[in-house]
């Protein structure tokens, strides 16, 4: 435990410096074979990853057999966030960074409901190359996917977006505060869905208590396991550090979004709890 600890104070102070881990070898094989004899359908692209697959992408492309998670479909996370846009916004077409698209579901939803522009940047190279057979499959035509590290590219953009949607990244962070602090930099209107440490929560070691801009948060570190699977859809670094659930909020308030709004709250959900929230200036 004292061992861990100490790395993830390492890893910590490395990314307050500026620095990043340099990213771990992906191990895991395709199931593809290098050609394709079936005649061309769909179905063979997705086979390229085949039980790869988070999303269930039936509800976009009929008939094939992927994952089983509807966000294409079902999931109402895209359609909350897009709704705290102000009408004179939407009229003119949003212009919308999301962070850690997956297999592009998300993206679809963004696109169908009227944004002009996604920008989407996805460190899982997987997942990228997911995004891209999406976007032939489905015909995406306003969104641009990009392959890198989320905090890198919020420190280099100068850009500034209408909504940042940040779902399933949060928890994943060696330093949430910091993008919580870059997002705010770039935007008055943030999305988020993320688990968060409650007093029944697993952590892989004692509490850090941080500072950032002369704010103290505790943050609770999770050493994952089983990265080099297909279907391990977590961080670019082997540890993680959640927040509780007051941090998360006095993060975002202390960075300037001081509204929010709760759309949902999962208190039993099977990876912890987490919350759906929407917050802006």
């Known amino acids: 435990m004292k061992l861990l600890r100490n790395s993830v104070l390492r890893n910590l102070e490395k990314l307050k410096a500026g620095h990043r881990n340099k990213p771990e070898p ?3 094989e395709l199931s593809a074979e290098k050609f394709e004899h079936r005649a061309p359908a ?3 692209a997705i086979d390229i990853f085949s039980n790869r ?33 102000k009408p004179d916004v939407v ?16 993206t679809y939803q963004f696109e169908r409901l009227g944004a002009a522009e996604i920008i989407a940047v996805e460190a899982n190279v997987e997942a990228y190359l997911k995004c891209l057979i999406v976007k032939e499959l489905i015909g995406l035509k306003r ?5 890198g590290d989320i905090v890198q590219f919020l420190l280099k953009d100068t850009s500034r977006y209408d909504l940042i949607f ?7 962070m060696m330093d949430p505060v910091e993008l919580v602090r870059l997002m705010a930099a770039h935007t008055d209107l943030i999305s988020v869905w993320s688990h968060y440490h409650s007093a029944g929560s697993k952590s892989d070691s004692e509490s850090e208590i941080v500072d ?21 859809w977590g961080g670019n670094t082997p540890t993680a550090c959640l927040l509780s659930r007051g941090d998360l909020f006095r993060a975002f308030h202390h960075y300037g979004l001081v509204h929010h709004e709760i759309h949902a709250e999962d208190i039993n959900h099977i990876g912890g709890p987490c919350i759906t929230v929407t917050f802006w200036r």
Request: proline share 7%.
């Open 166 to 172: 940040c779902c399933g990244v949060l928890y994943h």
């Open 53 to 85: 697959w988070a999303s269930d992408l039936a509800d976009v492309v009929p008939g094939v057999s992927s994952g089983r998670t509807r966000h294409f479909g079902a999931d109402p996370r895209p359609v909350f966030a897009f709704n705290h846009l």
């Open 212 to 232: 950032r801009d002369g704010e103290t948060y505790a943050y609770y570190p999770r050493l994952y396991g089983g990265r080099e699977g297909g279907t391990f």
């Open 143 to 147: 969104a641009r996917f990009l392959l």
């Open 26 to 28: 992906i191990r895991a």
């Open 91 to 106: 009229a003119r077409g949003a212009r919308i960074l999301e962070l850690g698209p997956l297999e592009a579901g998300h």
């Open 42 to 44: 769909p179905q063979n």
